[in-house]
């Protein structure tokens, strides 16, 4: 009877003092500051399946809806007119008369130097309780591709980035005592192309991710429940206000400097929220506390790169 009691307390406890965690979507800043360059072509990308990366890297610019995307063969055909593109018209000579016809724009091009995909088998065979023999089949399929990309200047011919992509898909398919279904490479190929372009587009314009944030409970704050209510519906300035009034009535609570510090901090009121989570750990010198103060440290950086990229 004891022993179930102290279980139980044990048990209340931990639901009582816990957490609880919500994906909130983050807007993270390009690797790359293209401001000032409101165009982009896709230019010619070499090597096997490289007109179908080419593709994939068209649709994933129109749909980003960041660029005016340019037809190359309109291009091409623009500057023919120009007498520009026998001269090279990335060249320091004519790089202004290209300038002025098709703007600040910038080209992407380059080479698929692996393209494959491969294909195992497992076997696990097992015997059950009446002496039946048995096997689990399991098909890994891998898609691979490797591609060297990279961004130009249009007008001058200037290499503004270029990286090596290494890329994967990966499937599997199950079959007790029987052939595991058929994966198709195809289809997988594909899906390593589009990681690449997913990629690509990361470096060069901002995109959005969702990140996992979590919030302290206490069951002798009640009120938490209310600011992580409005926390799970984005509401994070109402939210954090909840918390500040937590801090008041609870002054000694570090969990509750802690969740008043995250909702500044998504509420984008960084030195705030430092302050909040620095008031946090020294209350209690939690790692979790350190780890967010970095996180809002690395949010505030991101931020500055967002407002200077437009």
């Known amino acids: 009877m004891f022993l179930s009691m102290i279980v139980t307390l044990s048990l209340s406890l931990l639901i ?15 690797e790359i500051n293209l401001k000032g360059y409101n165009k982009i072509a896709v230019g010619t990308i070499t090597g096997r399946a490289g007109q179908d990366l080419a593709d994939d890297l068209l649709n994933a610019l ?25 001269a090279g018209y990335a ?29 195992k088998m497992k076997r696990d065979p097992s015997v059950d309780k009446n002496g039946h023999k048995h096997v689990s089949n399991t098909r890994y399929g891998t898609a691979t591709i490797s591609s060297n990309l990279q961004l130009t200047n249009i007008a001058t011919g200037r290499v503004i980035t270029s990286k090596r992509f290494d890329r994967t898909a990966e499937a599997k398919t199950y079959g007790h005592d029987r052939e595991p279904d058929r994966i ?5 190929l594909a899906s390593a192309r589009e990681i690449v372009a997913s990629d690509f587009m990361k470096k060069i314009a901002p995109y959005r991710e969702m990140v996992r944030v979590s919030l302290l409970k206490d069951s002798d704050i ?13 509401e994070w300035e109402r939210a954090a206000e909840v918390f500040k009034s937590v801090t008041v009535t609870h002054p000694g ?22 302050e909040a989570l620095q008031k946090a750990y020294r209350l209690n010198a939690d790692d979790d506390y350190q780890k967010e103060m970095s996180n809002v440290r690395r949010m505030e950086s991101e931020q500055k790169r967002l407002e200077e990229q437009g």
């Open 253 to 274: 609570s570090d969990k509750a400097f802690y969740n008043f510090g995250v909702a500044l901090e998504y509420s984008y009121l960084f030195p705030e929220a430092l």
């Open 16 to 30: 009582g003092c816990g957490s609880t965690s919500m994906l909130v979507p983050v807007t993270r800043p390009a």
């Open 91 to 119: 060249d320091s000579v004519h790089g202004g008369k290209v300038g002025g016809l098709v703007g600040a724009a910038v080209m992407v091009a380059g080479r698929v130097t692996i393209y494959k995909y491969e294909e």
């Open 62 to 86: 129109v749909n980003s809806g960041r660029f005016e995307v340019l037809d190359r063969q309109h291009l091409n055909d623009l500057l023919r007119e120009q007498d520009l593109t026998r």
């Open 222 to 234: 009640p009120e938490f429940e209310e600011g992580i209510g409005l926390a799970e519906r984005g």
């Open 184 to 188: 198709d490479p195809d289809g997988l």
